[in-house]
């Protein structure tokens, strides 16, 4: 079993699945990223950084067993 | 009904300042603007309704320059140090308004005030000092003339370290409708031109000091809540991640969905991002961090920037900066971008616009609508020695200058030729950093910003991404949402970026509230006043610009017509048609009837029964 945490920071959190955010999933296989947020039905292009255990990482990385992801949505200029 | 001088979070008191004859007095705060218009920018959307009536020339003593604090400035929570600015905006002739970072607004509440209003003009330079109770209206021929930078430098040595400082520069001073006000060594309020306004009344700084305390409803509960709101930023997922490249961090992600405004917004891709992104700032330019008060997400980056003309200070750039001045005017290198925003910032110049009016230029000689005898010498995309004499001949009003000191609507007027097609503004405010031909919802939060193109009022654009970017259904009802949560942060006097940088929960200012104020309001009545805001400073600018209607809640004309050419957007434009249908829902939304205008019905349901009489009759 593969387990992942993952965490979404900024406004755009709120196109994500609430119930999924910051809870443990299970997956039968390690995946990337990019296929975790394909399941949800969420667009790769609403995030603008991955981060693995807090190292800069990417959509096609593969979290490892028990990692905590953090997507990071786009801010609102300035 | 509360008044001014009971309510928690208001020092209770308005500021007059007749710059012409140097007088002041004070005013109690009605209780009334407390309760309709909370703090901020509704107070100035008030004042300036009221009090600047139509036919009134921008740029004359009739105008006035309003500074508001809101109820939430200076106090102990997240982002409290915003400041509102308003006047009749030169740019557009409607309604203008822009806030800025800092910490002016806690000052002036501490010396007494929640508003200051200027009014008239005086003869020669002059600056406004607020030192508590006292205020004069002193020569100031000694400023004139200098940098914001050097300004604010010189008048802190020479009123006090203490004093905070809003000044402007060169720009201002000779009246150029995109002039910013400056504060904070290189915060600005940037959009709609305030500082022309603040120029024409020859009103170099205002300066103020304030020691008394802000009264508070309930000073402990407070203390408590302000300390969880601090928590939980700082426990927020992301706040390690955001912070270290500000708001420049997002360049990558709008070039990799083809929104980056490129070669005057000709495409929205610039293939050379990666060498003015956030980590190109972080790795090449920056030195440290710098917030507002109370910040506990400090979006500035101060740097030092190196070009062969010499290096500088600056703090910046920010994503707006980058995009305007790096990729619309194709500057391929952060250390090019961050020099030509110090330039701006000496010069009291929004670069927001300056990046727009200097690419439009561009593209104007680009096509010969503009000669080498015209602009004085050579100019090109790319080439940073065009963009910087570009933006000083603008703050100097001198040639080519004199023709972009309009801004980019007043210079194709004049230039002719087609331009007006690729004069990328809206009522004659320029667009800002995100190219949306692939964005409905974000197109239609540019038609119709209240003050012109600014993104800021509702940024829609990953509502677009998320439920689909050629799709236009639902989009109207987003923008209308954004406009009326976005600007309430400015009827606070908070920050947003608390909120959408990091996710901060919009609940906390509910609770927050009532400690501040003592008035308990639930969240949909503060969305209720910011509605109100909004459709109020819609009247003034219909009541102060024929046609400010649905036919100026349009984008340029390259924006319909052409297609993007190249990029991840490649292909995409929103049609006339489309264009047309998402305004006849946005206004069934607003209760406004079709031509943009706010019935009398919805106009009373907000309590705006004198403006209904006004647009009505």
């Known amino acids: 079993m593969y387990r992942v945490r993952v965490n979404v920071s900024g406004h755009a959190r709120e196109y994500f699945p609430a119930e999924r955010l910051g809870a443990w999933i299970e997956l039968s296989e390690p995946c990337p990223v990019a296929r975790i947020l394909a399941g949800w039905s969420v667009s790769p292009e609403l995030v603008m950084a991955v981060f693995i255990d807090g190292v800069k990482a990417g959509l096609e990385s593969v979290a490892p067993n028990g990692a905590e992801i953090l997507i990071v949505t786009p801010p609102a200029g300035g | ?617």
């Open chain 2, 1 to 617: 009904m509360n008044d001014g001088a009971s309510a928690g979070g208001y020092a209770g008191q308005v500021l007059r300042v007749d710059v012409g004859g140097g007088s002041s007095r004070t005013e109690r705060l009605p209780g009334e603007w407390i309760e309709k218009y909370v703090g901020g920018r509704g107070f100035v959307a008030k004042i300036l309704y009221d009090e600047v009536p139509p036919g009134t020339d921008p740029l004359g003593p009739l105008n006035k320059v309003v500074m508001a604090a809101g109820p939430l400035s200076g106090v102990f929570l997240p982002g409290s140090g915003k400041t509102h600015f308003g006047a009749k905006s030169p740019a557009t002739g409607g309604y203008g308004d822009s806030n800025i970072g800092g910490h002016l607004s806690p000052e002036l509440k501490m010396a007494g005030y929640d508003v200051l209003i200027l009014e008239g003009a005086a003869a020669d330079p002059v600056i406004v000092v607020i030192d508590d109770g006292k205020v004069s209206v002193r020569p100031g021929g000694e400023y004139w003339g200098k940098g914001c930078i050097e300004a604010e430098t010189a008048l802190k040595r020479d009123l006090g370290e203490d004093f905070e400082i809003a000044v402007i520069g060169p720009a201002g001073e000779n009246l150029v409708r995109f002039a910013c006000i400056s504060h904070d060594f290189g915060r600005q309020a940037g959009r709609t031109g305030i500082g022309a306004v603040l120029g024409s009344k020859k009103v170099k700084a205002i300066a103020i000091r304030g020691t008394h305390t802000i009264p508070l409803a309930d000073p402990e509960g407070l203390r408590e809540l302000g300390k969880s709101m601090y928590r939980a930023c700082f426990s927020k997922p992301g706040f390690r991640e955001w912070t270290p490249n500000g708001t420049a961090g997002v360049t990558d992600w709008v070039n990799e969905i083809g929104a980056f405004p490129t070669r005057n917004f000709q495409t929205s891709y610039f293939p050379e991002y990666k060498k003015i992104n956030g980590d190109r700032l972080r790795a090449d330019i920056h030195l440290t961090d710098k917030g507002c008060m109370g910040c506990p997400i400090p979006c500035g980056k101060y740097s030092l920037a190196k070009v062969a003309e010499g290096q500088a200070h600056v703090e910046g750039p920010e994503y707006e900066t980058i995009a305007m001045i790096g990729g619309d005017c194709c500057l391929a290198d952060i250390n090019e971008v961050g020099y030509a925003n110090y330039v701006c910032d000496e010069l009291g110049l929004d670069t927001i616009s300056a990046g727009n009016v200097a690419a439009f230029a561009m593209e104007c000689y680009e096509r010969g609508l503009l000669t080498e005898e015209q602009v004085g010498r050579p100019i090109a995309f790319g080439d940073l020695p065009s963009v910087l004499y570009l933006f000083r001949k603008i703050a100097a009003r001198e040639g080519i200058g004199d023709l972009l000191a309009g801004g980019v609507k007043a210079a194709a007027e004049k230039i002719g030729g087609g331009s007006e097609r690729f004069a990328i503004h809206v009522k004659g405010l320029e667009w800002t950093g995100y190219e949306s031909r692939y964005a409905p919802a974000m197109m239609l939060s540019y038609a119709t910003a209240d003050i012109g193109a600014h993104h800021n009022r509702s940024w829609a654009i990953t509502f677009d991404v998320a439920r689909g970017r050629g799709k236009m259904e639902g989009k109207p009802e987003k923008v209308v949402e954004l406009q009326h949560v976005r600007p309430l942060f400015d009827c606070l006097g908070v920050c947003r970026l608390q909120w959408v940088e990091i996710g901060f929960d919009l609940e906390w200012y509910e609770r927050v509230f009532p400690l501040v104020t003592g008035r308990k309001v639930s969240w949909d009545d503060l969305l209720r006043v910011s509605e109100r805001v909004w459709n109020l400073t819609r009247a003034f600018s219909i009541r102060h610009v024929p046609g400010w209607g649905r036919a100026m809640d349009r984008p340029p004309a390259r924006f319909l017509e052409e297609p993007v050419p190249d990029g991840p957007a490649k292909g995409h434009l929103i049609t006339a048609d489309q264009m047309s249908e998402l305004l006849d829902n946005y206004y069934a939304l607003r209760g406004w009837d079709n031509n943009g205008r706010p019935t009398r019905g919805k106009l009373e349901e907000l309590g705006l029964d004198d403006v209904a009489k006004h647009l009505w009759g």
